[in-house]
């Protein structure tokens, strides 16, 4: 099965510093990569649409100067959360899109858990 | 725009009873249709799909959904629960825009608490 892997797992920062996420297909090459974000007790929300080589297509009220996304190669996208302030701790999870000859489908990364002291 | 609504927030059963979580979905055309289970702290872990074909879609653990076009619904079942069951199970919906993008839409989830 399709692999999709998210690095680092958790990562405890101070406000105001900015932290990288990245997530990496490992067995596909994905043009197209989805960053969602899930806060506790509550469902994943699309956060953008990162394709390679072009820029993310952000979701309504989600602020791209603060989630900086970029997908540089087909297999890695990262997802870089600048001037961190506690309100930006939650779960973050990515998924990378696996083109198919009769369909697409989507395969998820375990998440990662952002605290901004 | 595609929508999933999953009616019920939280679903407690005891442990060998059957299990049904419900699934609705918006949208035009035939989706593809996703059951996803998670734990605590955890990601997400593919329970079954939908594609297209036979509408009785067989998963793993045990579970299985049925996909009902006339209903739009697509509840996930289970003929007898276990303790490691309990969890928060989303339904989800994807399909394509007008513009040829893929998306994925997810219901806001069921919590399900299994009684020993």
């Known amino acids: 099965g399709a692999v999709v892997s998210q690095h680092p797992s958790w990562v405890i920062c101070k406000s105001g510093t900015s932290v990288k996420i990245e997530c990496r297909s490992l067995d596909f090459q994905a043009t197209t990569m989805f960053w969602y974000r899930q806060f506790p007790k509550q469902s994943l929300m699309l956060m953008a649409t990162?394709?390679?080589?072009?820029?993310?297509?952000?979701e309504q009220g989600v602020e791209k100067d603060k989630f900086l996304i970029n997908h540089a190669s087909l297999t890695l996208s990262t997802l870089t959360v600048t001037s961190a302030h506690p309100e930006d701790s939650s779960f973050y999870i990515c998924?990378?899109?696996?083109?198919?000859?009769?369909?697409?489908?989507?395969?998820f990364g375990p998440g990662t858990r952002l605290t901004v002291l | 725009a595609q929508s999933v609504t999953q009616p019920d927030i939280h679903i407690t059963v005891s442990e060998g009873a059957s299990l049904e979580l419900r699934c609705n979905y918006s949208y035009g055309a035939t989706p593809y249709l996703f059951w996803y289970v998670q734990s605590p702290g955890q990601g997400l872990q593919l329970l079954l799909k939908y594609f297209s074909g036979d509408t009785l879609v067989q998963g793993i653990k045990g579970f299985e959904a049925e996909f009902k076009r006339s209903q739009s619904s697509f509840n996930l079942r289970k003929p007898s629960v276990h303790w490691s069951d309990a969890a928060e199970y989303f339904c989800a919906v994807g399909a394509y825009s007008g513009a040829g993008s893929y998306q994925l839409t997810f219901g806001k989830g069921t919590k399900l608490s299994v009684i020993p």
């Open positions: 990162s394709n390679e080589g072009s820029k993310a297509t952000y």
């Open positions: 998924s990378a899109l696996r083109f198919g000859t009769t369909r697409d489908e989507q395969f």
